[in-house]
């Protein structure tokens, strides 16, 4: 029996393996094991991309893009090929990846200093590479998993490699075979037509008592691992056979799929799945934009908890809601976190963001380093204000959290920098961004262009913006 294995490492080496970005062939296999692990892309990307997140997924450089593009539609192909060639194939389902790749396409808006190139990016998942119609794959753990009455023949290979499973199966057109306890989630289920496909959770295997990294960081397997690799394929080949033989039929010849020897009922249903698949591929692709324009929404939401790149892209988006022109900059030599300007005034920020302390002196001293590294550029004339902008205590909820910067930081901020609490800045811009209050926003900018070395106070929200703290002035108390 001709064996291989994608994306899974066969304990022992027993199955010869192949990677996500391989261009091989499943055809000559007869026993096929399948997980869109993409780690190699993502190991590529970390070599060539310097990109960050976007709307908190992994956002992919072009050059990953298209090896993800090559390698989702390569193995889409040879999946369906080996399916209906007759092939058993089991897919693991384990390794979920849902992130943005780059399309290619490039849009300009503005003109000047306000000119914008935009990079259009779409959301892909791991396993659109799978093209039998598993359902929506949710990413849920658990280990209280049951066999179904159509699932008996799982109960050897579950008995001994059964564990915990990464994913289940949403709407999905399978068999199920193994359900959550409740029986409401498919966690592992079969499609026959005309070949089987067998979607498990991943064997249980004790890797720590199997293997090793090496001091190259490589993983070797021991000696111990055969033995436990080659049990597993037996089960395996064990299943291939039993369904094998479940099905009964034998798979239709390529020539008996001809238009002249199909039954007009034949042709009716078929019509009618085409559409009903059209009509899937609507809804996927309206719920794909749903969730674009629902992570899109969020965004500003991240003043409230994030640090990071994440926590610097809602600070901008901020910006931009109550006027500000607002944008990071990296020209490979600098890096600012935020470089923002309205009415004549131009500012530099830095983003801090703490789980359980104030923001210190520390990321102050940074801000002021990078306002002297800016004005040396041959392009600047004036020093940029300096606003170091600060999500403290940034896990606990608004109410319970304590100081946003330490007293060092505010008072080496005198006459220096001004501070903003990123709550603060949220109300502020949501109330913008919900109401078109341009007077507010107005104000909103004139209280940094007036705080010098202090706290900045946004103007009260009027009463009527839901979430506003009920005092009307800073959540923090300053």
């Given at each position: 029996?001709?064996?291989?294995?994608?994306g899974?490492?066969?304990?022992?080496n027993?199955?010869?393996?192949a990677?996500?970005?391989?261009?091989?062939s499943l055809?000559?296999a007869?026993?096929i094991f399948?997980?869109?692990?993409?780690?190699?892309?993502?190991?590529?990307?970390n070599?060539t991309s310097?990109?960050?997140d976007?709307?908190?997924?992994r956002r992919?450089g072009?050059?990953?893009?298209?090896m993800?593009?090559?390698?989702t539609n390569?193995w889409?192909?040879?999946?369906?090929?080996?399916?209906?060639a007759?092939k058993?194939?089991?897919?693991?389902?384990?390794?979920?990846?849902?992130?943005?790749?780059d399309t290619?396409?490039?849009?300009?808006?503005?003109t000047g200093r306000?000119?914008?190139?935009?990079?259009h990016v779409?959301?892909?998942?791991?396993?659109?590479?799978?093209?039998?119609?598993i359902?929506n794959?949710?990413a849920?753990?658990?280990s209280e998993?049951?066999t179904?009455?159509?699932g008996?023949?799982l109960?050897p290979?579950w008995s001994?490699?059964?564990g915990e499973?990464e994913l289940y199966?949403s709407?999905?057109r399978?068999?199920?075979?193994?359900?959550?306890?409740?029986?409401?989630?498919?966690?592992?289920?079969?499609i026959a037509?005309?070949?089987?496909?067998?979607?498990?959770?991943?064997?249980?295997?004790?890797?720590?008592?199997?293997?090793?990294?090496?001091?190259?960081?490589?993983?070797k397997?021991?000696?111990?691992?055969?033995a436990?690799g080659?049990?597993l394929?037996?089960?395996?080949v064990?299943?291939a056979?039993?369904?094998?033989?479940?099905?009964r039929?034998?798979p239709?010849?390529?020539?008996?799929?001809?238009?002249?020897?199909?039954l007009?009922?034949?042709r009716?249903?078929?019509?009618d799945?085409?559409a009903?698949?059209a009509?899937?591929?609507?809804m996927l692709?309206a719920?794909q934009?749903?969730?674009?324009d629902?992570d899109?929404a969020?965004l500003?939401?991240?003043?409230?908890f994030e640090?990071g790149?994440?926590?610097?892209?809602?600070i901008?988006?901020?910006?931009r809601?109550?006027?500000?022109?607002a944008d990071?900059?990296d020209?490979?030599?600098?890096e600012f976190d935020?470089?923002?300007?309205?009415?004549?005034?131009r500012f530099l920020?830095?983003a801090e963001?703490k789980?359980?302390?104030?923001?210190?002196?520390?990321k102050?001293?940074?801000?002021?380093?990078?306002?002297?590294?800016?004005f040396?550029?041959d392009?600047?004339?004036?020093?940029?204000?300096?606003v170091?902008?600060?999500?403290?205590y940034?896990?606990?909820?608004l109410?319970?959290?304590?100081?946003?910067?330490?007293?060092?930081?505010?008072?080496?901020?005198?006459?220096?920098?001004?501070l903003?609490?990123t709550?603060?800045?949220?109300f502020a811009a949501?109330?913008v961004?919900e109401?078109?209050?341009?007077?507010f926003?107005r104000?909103?900018?004139?209280?940094?262009?007036?705080a010098?070395?202090?706290?900045v106070?946004?103007?009260?929200?009027?009463c009527?913006n839901?979430?506003?703290?009920a005092?009307?002035?800073?959540?923090?108390?300053y």
């Amino acid at each position: 029996m001709n064996l291989i294995s994608v994306g899974f490492d066969w304990p022992g080496n027993c199955v010869p393996y192949a990677d996500y970005t391989s261009d091989r062939s499943l055809l000559d296999a007869d026993l096929i094991f399948f997980v869109p692990d993409l780690s190699p892309v993502i190991r590529h990307d970390n070599m060539t991309s310097t990109l960050d997140d976007y709307q908190g997924k992994r956002r992919l450089g072009a050059s990953a893009s298209q090896m993800l593009l090559k390698a989702t539609n390569h193995w889409k192909r040879e999946l369906s090929a080996a399916c209906k060639a007759g092939k058993t194939i089991v897919i693991f389902l384990s390794g979920y990846w849902d992130l943005y790749y780059d399309t290619g396409q490039v849009t300009f808006s503005g003109t000047g200093r306000n000119a914008r190139k935009t990079l259009h990016v779409d959301l892909i998942s791991s396993f659109d590479a799978i093209p039998f119609p598993i359902g929506n794959v949710i990413a849920a753990s658990g280990s209280e998993v049951v066999t179904t009455s159509d699932g008996t023949i799982l109960k050897p290979y579950w008995s001994r490699f059964g564990g915990e499973y990464e994913l289940y199966l949403s709407g999905a057109r399978v068999e199920p075979m193994l359900t959550t306890k409740a029986g409401e989630r498919i966690v592992g289920g079969l499609i026959a037509n005309p070949g089987s496909v067998l979607l498990l959770p991943l064997p249980a295997i004790d890797h720590e008592a199997l293997g090793s990294f090496d001091k190259s960081d490589n993983w070797k397997w021991n000696k111990k691992s055969e033995a436990v690799g080659q049990e597993l394929l037996g089960h395996f080949v064990e299943l291939a056979k039993a369904l094998s033989a479940k099905a009964r039929v034998t798979p239709p010849p390529e020539w008996s799929w001809a238009p002249a020897l199909r039954l007009e009922a034949e042709r009716k249903a078929m019509q009618d799945l085409a559409a009903i698949d059209a009509e899937i591929q609507t809804m996927l692709r309206a719920k794909q934009t749903a969730v674009k324009d629902r992570d899109e929404a969020a965004l500003l939401r991240r003043l409230l908890f994030e640090t990071g790149k994440p926590l610097e892209s809602a600070i901008l988006r901020a910006l931009r809601i109550i006027g500000f022109s607002a944008d990071g900059h990296d020209d490979g030599l600098l890096e600012f976190d935020a470089v923002f300007e309205a009415d004549g005034h131009r500012f530099l920020g830095e983003a801090e963001g703490k789980v359980a302390k104030a923001v210190n002196v520390e990321k102050l001293s940074q801000l002021l380093r990078n306002i002297q590294d800016d004005f040396a550029r041959d392009e600047v004339t004036v020093p940029a204000k300096g606003v170091l902008f600060g999500n403290a205590y940034r896990l606990t909820e608004l109410k319970d959290r304590g100081d946003f910067f330490t007293e060092k930081c505010r008072i080496s901020a005198k006459g220096r920098a001004c501070l903003v609490s990123t709550p603060d800045l949220f109300f502020a811009a949501r109330y913008v961004s919900e109401s078109k209050d341009l007077d507010f926003a107005r104000r909103c900018r004139e209280a940094i262009y007036t705080a010098d070395g202090e706290i900045v106070v946004f103007p009260p929200v009027p009463c009527e913006n839901p979430g506003a703290p009920a005092s009307q002035a800073p959540i923090h108390g300053y």
